[in-house]
């Protein structure tokens, strides 16, 4: 079975300083797709960022970037410039399509905060 | 576009009662899934359904079981509850244009057992 971990529960950070986040996975697959989602106090789940583990390019939006290590399956978020905005919980999440059967797995989250 | 809808927001329920628990996904989306939140466990899948036929499930009891509906709109259901099945429900969509793998969440049905 597939599994993620966030080994950082708790960053804190000042305003537009940069933070990276980090995840790392276990699987026996070789195609999968990575997400971030990013949960704010509303408790609404957000997708900030995702990557398809075929593709070498790292994925960009915005502020925000991935660095994608597939040998290593590592896939860590960096937010340039963060705002007060970003202060939320950040999950990394795994899925395999298994015959087009859709299942995200979560890490345990880390709680970002972005002070003033 | 509307996002994900889940109805309704709030619930308390006692011990032994069902539940029932609604989504409405983003038009256009056949993919309904459901993940239940709690403090401790985290995030977990429960079921997955895509035109009206479950096509993946998680590892929880039989007392959770859900459906889809032919507009895809999705339901599930919690039968003789238990304290511990208090958490946030969550509901996601997916299948639209492009990335078809990606789910949008609706804002989520907080389920309390006394």
């Known amino acids: 079975a597939q599994t993620v971990t966030q080994s950082q529960p708790e960053m804190s950070v000042q305003e537009a300083e940069t933070v990276t986040l980090s995840c790392t996975y276990d699987?026996?697959?070789?195609?999968?797709?990575l997400f971030w989602y990013k949960q704010p106090p509303s408790r609404q789940m957000i997708l900030v960022i995702r990557?398809?583990?075929?593709?070498?390019q790292n994925a960009t939006e915005n502020r925000f970037s991935v660095n994608f290590q597939k040998a290593a399956k590592s896939f860590s978020l960096k937010i340039s410039d963060s705002q007060l905005g970003d202060t939320a919980m950040y999950f990394c999440?795994?899925?395999?399509?298994?015959?087009?059967?859709?299942?995200?797995?979560f890490g345990q989250g880390t709680r970002l905060t972005i002070n003033p | 576009k509307a996002g994900v809808t889940q109805t309704p927001r709030y619930l308390i329920k006692t011990r032994g009662q069902q539940v029932t628990l609604s989504c409405s996904p983003i038009s256009g989306h056949r993919s309904v899934s459901w993940y239940q939140q709690t403090p401790g466990q985290g995030l977990q899948f429960l079921f997955e359904?895509?035109?009206?036929?479950?096509?993946n499930k998680g590892n929880f009891p039989g007392r959770f079981s859900g459906r889809q509906f032919s507009n895809s709109r999705s339901e599930m259901n919690v039968s003789t509850l238990e304290l511990g099945d208090s958490a946030l429900y969550l509901c996601?969509?997916?299948?639209?244009?492009?990335?078809?793998?990606?789910?949008?969440f609706g804002p989520g049905t907080r389920l309390t057992v006394t």
């Open positions: 990557q398809e583990a075929y593709k070498q």
């Open positions: 999440a795994f899925m395999k399509l298994h015959q087009g059967a859709q299942k995200l797995v």
């Open positions: 359904y895509f035109s009206e036929t479950q096509r």
């Open positions: 996601a969509s997916s299948g639209g244009q492009g990335a078809s793998y990606e789910q949008y």
């Open positions: 699987t026996s697959e070789n195609n999968y797709y």
